[in-house]
């Protein structure tokens, strides 16, 4: 499977039911617009991936677009997204939808959202048979929830987003609830026969001395990004630090696929968090740049999940340097070959992104695109589209 990823708030710009719409009015972050055109545009958008030969995107169907009240939905919202599955399907791009992408309804948030189990159970709940019920027949694939791991530091840890708190014992609270739910949601939306991934936050740790400090930030970082959602959907146990573990049998195995997003590798030295390797270049992320690390997350999946698929969910770098981009593609892909050959079952590729689009609190200042905004195809994406028909 080649593909690409994207979201509705980065691409379609935020709804003004949305509580990253709010957080935008407050100045938290810079304003996203109409984020690339994608909601006029799709259908120009999937000719353009459809003849790259990336048959598969990943979008967000907005939650708040959809139900911007609690209970009263937007018929016309509902449509639009119809509009756009049947578009793809029309270009020969299977579309492949993500439920939550780390925006929430400004009514669900302001009732405390996944911090409250209630949300959880009902209102989430009843949104994705919601989904199921009414998108299912165009849908070719889901993937519930994006990044598990790095929602609940994002929006509880201080990381700047909504509701911008700094505080361990709702991390904790969220970290449970956002597992829970996205496990939850992958055994509802399989109903649908449509296959469904996770989208789990994968990096590579390296400890680059053994002092106690590093060790215990090492093995905090496993424990947060890689034990709880893997252990769920092995096991059936989640255990998130500081809350008691929680046996949900009914969700080991939830997943037809593993899908991860790879962007670095982090190197911990004197517990700290420092770029690794450290003497490559540095994204405008902040992170080095340096694809064999995507090899050592797939190992590790495969060693921990033997005989499950996988699928690289997110993959590309944030650069205006489009040979950089290339190369770091070229890289990769060598990297997953590679995987391949060792035996590895690694199912697709979904590049992120297609059209550069908005980047969180970055604004538009961050290019992910193998397209750019005014849908120019960048020679990046020929390293993509070689591989493919290939």
């Not at 599955?85 to 791009?93: D, K, N, P, S, Y």
């Not at 649908?192 to 590093?214: C, H, M, R």
């Not at 969700?251 to 390797?277: K, M, Q």
Request: glycine letters at 12%; proline letters at 5%; hydrophobic letters at 40%.
């Amino acid at each position: 499977m080649w593909g690409t990823g994207a979201s509705a708030t980065q691409c379609e710009g935020a709804s003004p039911a949305s509580d990253w719409w709010e957080w935008e009015r407050q100045g938290f972050a810079p304003p996203s617009g109409d984020g690339n055109g994608f909601a006029e545009r799709f259908a120009e958008d999937f000719g353009i991936f459809a003849d790259l030969g990336l048959t598969h995107h990943r979008l967000s169907i907005e939650w708040a677009r959809v139900e911007p009240e609690q209970g009263v939905y937007d018929q016309r919202a509902i449509a639009h997204y119809r509009e756009i599955l049947t578009a793809a399907h029309r270009a020969g791009v299977t579309p492949w939808v993500c439920v939550h992408h780390f925006t929430l309804p400004q009514w669900f948030a302001a009732t405390g959202g996944f911090l409250v189990e209630e949300n959880r159970t009902g209102h989430w709940a009843r949104h994705i048979a919601f989904m199921a019920e009414t998108f299912g027949d165009l849908v070719g694939g889901w993937q519930p929830v994006n990044e598990t791991n790095y929602y609940a530091a994002a929006a509880y840890r201080g990381r700047g987003w909504p509701p911008g708190h700094n505080d361990r014992h709702e991390w904790a609270l969220a970290s449970e609830a956002i597992q829970l739910a996205s496990g939850e949601s992958a055994v509802r939306l399989r109903e649908t026969g449509a296959p469904v991934s996770s989208i789990f936050g994968l990096s590579a740790e390296v400890a680059l001395d053994d002092t106690p400090e590093t060790l215990a930030k090492v093995q905090q970082f496993r424990a947060v990004n890689w034990d709880a959602g893997l252990g769920l959907f092995r096991d059936g146990v989640l255990r998130i630090p500081g809350r008691e573990p929680i046996e949900r049998p009914d969700l080991a195995g939830s997943f037809d696929l593993i899908g991860f997003s790879y962007y670095a590798t982090l190197g911990v030295r004197a517990g700290r968090v420092v770029p690794y390797p450290t003497d490559k270049p540095i994204s405008p992320l902040g992170y080095s740049i340096w694809a064999q690390g995507l090899g050592l997350v797939l190992n590790r999946l495969a060693e921990e999940l033997p005989k499950t698929p996988l699928l690289v969910a997110e993959y590309g770098i944030g650069t205006d340097d489009d040979e950089t981009r290339a190369q770091y593609l070229r890289d990769g892909l060598g990297v997953v070959n590679a995987a391949l050959a060792r035996g590895i079952d690694v199912r697709g590729l979904f590049h992120w992104t297609g059209v550069d689009n908005y980047e969180w609190n970055h604004g538009y200042d961050v290019s992910f695109g193998i397209v750019d905004r005014n849908r120019a195809v960048r020679r990046s994406a020929e390293v993509l589209a070689r591989e493919a028909r290939h």
